[in-house]
């Protein structure tokens, strides 16, 4: 059955740094997105992604946020300077279609920000 | 701002009991809607969605029943098994939008 992969599965830097969290899309999927949950908390979204553009990002995902999808297959969302609040687990989704469709999600990137 | 609800942060059921799962949401655009499980450390996994155009849809032991009138829906589990326990959550997508919002969970305990 296809699905939704993240890598790493666990990230620890520090803060400052800079990470980029890698994910592999459902292949005939067109719409892809990153959501965070922070420990303890809801699952927020980030950012969507179709037709290599962002179509729709929340609040959080300020100038320090970006994403990619640098060729047919990844996706990949890059924290520029790393805060400790940026710590919780990331997931990748994606869709085939806008509407009325399921998304399927990632196993989670867990980031450790010190 | 809490656009979807789920009053219940957690739910204890007997096996081969019904559990039911409940979330409100405040949102008159949100058209379509979904429950997830999630385990610890993994990604949620789809269960079952619902279109503001239906009241009930149904695939196995899982039915999802809406009340729009109400802003309500809720997650029949029948039987439950030990299996389903996990944190359940409803999400929601408002018209031609493309995000989902999420409640905030119920963690389900099904005791054998």
């Known amino acids: 059955e296809p699905e939704v992969t993240q890598t790493p599965s666990h990230q620890v830097t520090q803060m400052g740094q800079e990470v980029i969290l890698r994910c592999v899309p459902i292949?005939?999927?067109?719409?892809f997105y990153w959501y965070r949950q922070i420990l303890g908390q809801k699952v927020e979204f980030l950012v969507s992604f179709y037709n290599n553009e962002i179509s729709e990002k929340s609040e959080i995902f300020d100038d320090q946020f970006s994403v990619e999808r640098p060729d047919g297959s990844n996706f990949t969302l890059k924290i520029r300077s790393t805060k400790l609040e940026d710590s919780a687990m990331y997931f990748c989704?994606?869709?085939?279609?806008?509407?009325?469709?399921?998304?399927?999600f990632g196993q989670g990137t867990r980031l450790t920000v010190v | 701002d809490q656009q979807v609800k789920q009053n219940s942060p957690s739910l204890s059921v007997q096996e081969g009991r019904i559990s039911i799962l409940n979330c409100d949401y405040t949102n008159s655009m949100f058209d379509y809607f979904l429950w997830y499980k999630k385990y610890p450390a993994e990604g949620p996994t789809f269960l079952i969605s619902?279109?503001?155009?239906?009241d009930k849809n149904e695939d196995g032991r899982f039915t999802v029943f809406l009340n729009k009138s109400a802003k309500h829906l809720s997650l029949h589990i029948v039987p439950s098994q030990p299996g389903d326990s996990a944190v359940y959550f409803c999400a929601a997508s408002p018209n031609y939008g493309q995000n989902f919002v999420f409640g905030p969970g119920t963690r389900l305990s099904v005791l054998p």
């Open positions: 292949s005939n999927h067109l719409y």
């Open positions: 619902i279109s503001s155009i239906k």
């Open positions: 989704a994606s869709r085939v279609e806008q509407l009325n469709t399921e998304a399927f």
